[in-house]
């Protein structure tokens, strides 16, 4: 048994299985192995809605939406989501947040900066709040907002 290093591996994945089921709710543990973008975090709901937007996938983007529809806030994502599609050389540099707090989900200030070689930097700031849901967290408000510039 001591040679047999495919029996140790097996032997190792059993251990970490059984400590993720023992510390997560089955629920959470088949939920995150099908779907590997519903998370506990807040910060990562967030980040990973920039990143559909930067990839065109705007359907997937708005299922982690709960907007009111025709909203402001809806029409914002709209608003985006012509913008992404009229220029396909337009990309999410960054996504910067600017007083996040793990405990605190409503008015998360994100800055979100996006270039194209066709314009110049383009950085809007918005308030983002998250409420949890059983398919994980999702985004209740995307306002955007006058917030300081960055120092150059």
Not at 49 to 54: A, Y
Not at 65 to 93: A, I, M
Request: neutral net charge; contains cysteine; proline residues 6%.
């Amino acid at each position: 048994m001591r040679h047999s290093r495919y029996a140790w591996i097996l032997g190792l994945a059993i251990v970490c299985l059984v400590t993720i089921v023992t510390f997560q709710t089955p629920q959470t543990v088949i939920t995150t192995m099908s779907d590997p973008h519903y998370q506990k975090s807040s910060r990562t709901t967030i980040q990973h809605f920039f990143s559909l937007l930067d990839l065109r996938q705007t359907d997937l983007a708005r299922d982690l939406l709960v907007l009111p529809e025709g909203s402001l806030d809806d029409q914002e994502f709209k608003t985006w989501e012509t913008t992404l599609n009229k220029d396909p050389l337009l990309s999410l540099q960054k996504v910067e947040f600017l007083n996040f707090d793990p405990a605190n989900t409503q008015g998360i200030i994100v800055r979100v900066s996006w270039s194209s070689p066709l314009e110049n930097v383009q950085q809007v700031t918005y308030s983002i709040s998250l409420k949890p849901t059983e398919k994980g967290w999702r985004i209740q408000q995307l306002k955007k907002i006058n917030y300081p510039a960055a120092p150059s």
